[in-house]
């Protein structure tokens, strides 16, 4: 008995997760930033101004800023671009905190690479500034051109500047007062909500967690945690849940990708897989009159041959009631079945009500 529970553990050990990984914490979630600017220093590859007017707007009201009246004249650089700036604000982020920005052009601009991000505010949803960013772009693509051919590799026109902002602006959130938590599941489940609040209960030695939903549980700070939330997040994120999830088919059409969850189950079901292949081909030939002879012409006959495939031998397959996965990838290996045919075999067998999993196509 001891060695068949040694045998079994380690298996169930490894099919549990950490609640950390399966759930977040209401209110501790980056923030999406964005923010408008200019790029400056390229070499010849922004945007042209005449066909991105918001970027000779933008470009003549910061050099106004800056004591240069430019009002009325006609600007001509290539070497400008308006860029949109982007960034994720992570949760409880002081002030003074570095992030990365991403930086995408927003006009006819073919490369950032080698400019220079200028001042940009970063604001949120409710329009505040969050942060500023500032600093070189350094892109993973790059293109290049001659009179007759040009080459492009990645996309040149979206960079980064590692560490390119400085987070000017706190967001008001104090974890440690909080008397109640809401724990959110990355992929709703009653029966992995329910499995969550067991454990830490368990853990607690009190009911202080309870599933209000698929999505949210609900905990109760303990009286031996109060004010100290962050030890209470630190405890119950480490302990160990194995998530269920409801059986499911995942195709993705365009590629031919399948992916099935390990409760698909198939009833008794009889699957019949075969192609009629026509293949037509042409191999004109050439037809000429006798030598020396002065009558007739040459001419091209044609020549067609046709042939029929109906790929014979394939029979009728009986697949068994309540095979497991391995069992039914199994069987339809065994009847040589492509990806892309095996798609239109999980959907008939969806529609002949044989498949017990939900099938999403992506």
């Keep these: 008995m001891a060695c068949a529970i040694a045998l079994v553990m380690p298996e169930a050990a490894q099919a549990a997760s950490r609640i950390k990984d399966i759930v977040d914490v209401e209110g501790v979630r980056d923030n999406l930033l964005v923010g408008y600017g200019l790029v400056v220093g390229l070499n010849g590859t922004g945007d042209t101004l005449r066909n991105a007017p918001f970027t000779q707007q933008s470009l003549t009201a910061m050099l106004e800023r800056l004591g240069v009246n430019t009002r009325g004249s006609q600007i001509k650089t290539a070497n400008v671009a308006a860029v949109m700036v982007s960034a994720n604000l992570p949760p409880f982020a002081p002030q003074g905190t570095r992030i990365d920005v991403t930086v995408s052009a927003l006009g006819d601009a073919t490369n950032l690479q080698g400019g220079v991000l200028l001042v940009t505010p970063l604001m949120g949803a409710d329009g505040q500034v969050y942060a500023v960013s500032q600093g070189s772009v350094a892109t993973g693509g790059f293109s290049a051109k001659g009179d007759a051919a040009s080459v492009v590799r990645g996309v040149p026109t979206n960079g980064r500047i590692a560490n390119g902002a400085i987070v000017e602006r706190e967001i ?115 037809s000429q009159p006798a030598p020396f002879s002065n009558t007739g012409q040459t001419t091209v006959v044609p020549r067609t041959s046709v042939n029929v495939d109906e790929t014979k031998g394939r029979k009728l397959a009986l697949v068994d009631g309540s095979i497991s996965l391995k069992e039914l990838v199994d069987g339809l290996n065994a009847l040589g079945v492509s990806p892309r045919d095996m798609i239109t075999i999980l959907q008939a067998i969806k529609a002949a009500g044989a498949l017990q999993a939900e099938i999403e196509v992506m």
């Design 172 to 286: 008001e959130f104090k974890l440690a007062d909080l008397k109640t938590l809401r724990l959110s599941l990355r992929n709703p489940d009653l029966t992995t909500a329910q499995r969550v609040a067991s454990a830490i209960n368990s853990f607690l030695g009190t009911a202080a967690a309870e599933a209000d939903n698929p999505t949210t549980v609900q905990l109760t700070v303990p009286a031996s945690y109060s004010g100290n939330v962050v030890n209470l997040l630190t405890d119950i994120e480490q302990l160990r849940v194995e998530p269920d999830l409801p059986a499911r088919v995942v195709i993705d059409e365009s590629s031919g990708v399948i992916v099935m969850g390990q409760d698909v189950r198939v009833s008794k079901v009889a699957i019949a897989q075969g192609n009629l292949t026509i293949s037509v081909s042409e191999t004109p030939q050439v």
